[in-house]
């Protein structure tokens, strides 16, 4: 399995402290051979869980214009019509997506057309499961047009924890359904805004994957 290249930085300065630390303890306390295991294990264990973190699995899928994937894995928190203050203005589905850190974070392209909006938004930290982090944390938002002309909205909402949200997304830029369009670090969520009646493929509280999952279907 590959890791995604926001995590090649993050690897690189953890593996130097955790192994500076090993070597300090060593230093410090060359007798205690069970704290030297002690520490070991706990570095070792902080390393796995970064390269799990930052995991990049294969998911590639054929296009399907009639189809709305999920754009991130991770447990369906919102589903509900509510007004989507930001772009379109109006009456909207929302679909949330809460991405715990155990989560593959790479978000991607729901559905295939040319992307037509792109803003970042810096912001608060409340609970990346709390219904008012999409609007007060930091989030970017990204619509997508589609070939017949329908527009969704993609939001990358970023939790408590997060520190920093990246978007590759550029306006006037054609794009395919799965594609990647950005990445998350740590807990966070994904927010879907579709229009008003679409049919809807999944329930409060499951575990969607990211390219793998049908969330809803074109209307």
Sequence with gaps: ?????????????????????NIITGLAWPDDTLLKWM???ISLSLYVFLLFFFRLPARHLQPDPGLIYAPADGKVVVIEETIENEYFKDQRLQISIFMSPFNMHSNRYPISGVVSYVKYHPGKKIVAWSPKSSELNERSTVVVESENGTEILVRQVAGAVARRIITYSKKGEVIHQGDEFGFIKFGSRVDIFLPEGTEVSVQMFEQVRANRTIIAKVL
């Design 39 to 41: 520490v070991m294990l």
């Design 1 to 21: 399995m590959a890791i995604h290249r926001e995590g090649y930085r993050i690897l690189a300065i953890g593996f130097i402290i955790l192994l500076a630390v």
